[in-house]
């Protein structure tokens, strides 16, 4: 009898005659909690939940195995609308019949039992009220932090460059942490905000395997609240390789919830452009695809940073320091990640003695910029070397490339310094090779010297790492 049910109300929601989340449910909205307006995705995620504690209770697990558990008994359960159940490599994805988008990814479970203790999560946090103010001259700062206090690999650093950042930019930095990590939340503050910085979990639509790139549809964001998410941002799309939803269900892991938002979804919940600002996606996958970039930069996003594929903390965190070092004292982006590549390396710096071709074989993150300037390399094309050329800057600073020692021209007296420090003549700090790098290629050598004497000389009147 329940498979009849659940048959006939497939039926209604496939010819589009059910009831909206509000009215079939006794006026409840988006913003009614998750579990409120989907209980049937809830009840069969704790029995999903329930097995794989079973599992865990093993010395090892087999995720594969873990996969087909789990996809058992959503097949079997009377909460899964019919048809709608599906495998992408090793992780699957189906629709419950109270209309909400649910999805498996083992290898995403398998890298979150890792690190979570998710014993103490407070989840009494109202999301911040989204009031939609003036933009002009855009100095504020968002900081996105789901799992900050429940997963013990988040630490203070993004909330303290946050304000740090801010403090550059005159502004103020709000973050958000756990429930207050909501859709809109995160709308609001890309419309509003110069600098937006996601401190979260990542993942796409595919597993196989230690590969989650090759036959991806999107990449997502990982949200601790559900609050906001519209059937609209869950609705099926046929992409490339396949079905997917814009936003679903990831379940939950102790007292951890995994909601699952990509770009469109993002962007649905915009109501304005955004002020030309930088997005900075410390996630997992974030460039695997376009998933998420291309809707943000649609938007009015000037330039998305994010990773190839699943990068540490800690080779994110030196990325970060470096990066943002070098655009609070005025660089370009360009500038920014070049000296961002000669401090931390050039791929995941927790890896940094493998070879690229290692570091491609294994999986390991690459960093990717999309601006107006540095195009999305192209799916499957992310694990590689990419010289940014991004102008870009968040702070109007006297900071000038080529000025290598500070006295506000650029001069014979540069390259001097600069090609004694070559040949180890000189020491030069921090900054000083910062302005020394005036091709932003990663490195500082003779051709930065010989671009130098080129602009003395009128040969050139500009290096790539002007703005």
């Known amino acids: 009898m ?25 006026g409840r909205t988006d913003d009614t909690p998750f579990a409120e307006r989907y209980p049937q995705a809830i009840e069969i995620w704790e029995s999903i939940e329930r097995v794989e504690q079973t599992q865990m209770s093993k010395r090892s697990v087999d995720l594969r195995e873990a996969a087909k558990a789990a996809y058992a008994i959503v097949e079997a359960s009377d909460t899964t609308a019919p048809g709608t159940l599906e495998w992408h490599g090793e992780a699957f994805f189906w629709r419950t019949v ?76 709000t973050v958000y942490t756990k429930a207050q990590a909501t859709i809109d939340s995160i709308a609001h503050a890309l419309e509003s905000c110069a600098v937006v910085i996601f401190d979260s979990h990542g993942d796409t639509d595919y597993y196989n395997g230690d590969d989650c790139v090759s036959r991806a549809n999107t990449s997502y964001l990982c949200l601790q609240s559900g609050v906001g998410i519209t059937e609209a941002d869950q609705a099926d799309v046929i992409g490339t390789f ?27 919940h915009m ?12 996630i997992c996958l974030g460039m695997a695809t376009d998933g998420l970039n291309r809707p943000m930069r649609a938007n009015g996003v000037q330039t998305v940073y994010g990773y190839s594929q699943s990068v540490s903390f800690t080779g994110d965190y030196a990325y970060e320091e470096s990066f943002f070092y070098a655009l609070k004292e005025g660089a370009t982006v360009a500038s920014a990640i070049s000296m961002m590549k000669r401090e931390q390396g050039k791929w995941d710096p927790a890896y940094k003695n493998y070879s690229q071709t290692t570091a491609v074989r294994n999986y390991v993150a690459f960093p990717i910029v999309v601006s107006d300037e540095d195009a999305y390399p192209g799916h499957g ?46 020491t030069l700090t921090r900054d000083q090779l910062l302005r020394a790098d005036v091709n932003a290629d990663c490195a500082i050598d003779a051709t930065d010297a010989s671009e130098i004497l080129r602009r003395i000389v009128r040969l050139t009147d500009r290096f790539e790492a002007d703005p």
């Open 98 to 173: 109270d209309g909400a988008a649910c999805g498996y990814n083992p290898g995403f479970r398998a890298r979150v039992r890792k690190s979570a203790t998710g014993m103490n999560a407070i989840m009494a946090e109202e999301p911040v009220e989204t009031v939609r103010g003036s933009v002009a001259g855009a100095k504020d700062v968002a900081v996105f932090q789901p799992y900050i206090g429940i997963d013990t690999s988040f630490t203070e650093q993004y909330a303290n460059e946050g304000r740090s950042i801010a403090s550059a930019l005159g502004g103020t930095c």
């Open 2 to 26: 329940k498979r009849i049910v659940a048959i006939l109300l497939a039926i209604i929601l496939a010819l589009g005659l059910a009831p909206s989340a509000a009215s079939a449910q006794s």
């Open 271 to 282: 109501t304005r452009k955004a002020p030309d600002s930088l997005l900075w996606m410390a």
């Open 381 to 426: 094309k992310v694990d590689a070397l990419q010289s940014v050329k991004g102008r870009g800057r968040i702070v109007e600073t006297d900071f000038m490339a080529g000025d290598v020692n500070g006295d506000g021209r650029v001069g014979v007296t540069d390259a001097s310094l600069l090609l004694r420090y070559l040949v180890k003549l000189e």
């Open 242 to 268: 396949g079905r997917y939803s814009h936003a679903y269900y990831g379940g939950s892991y102790g007292r951890m919830q995994y909601y699952m938002v990509d770009g469109t979804a993002i962007a649905n």
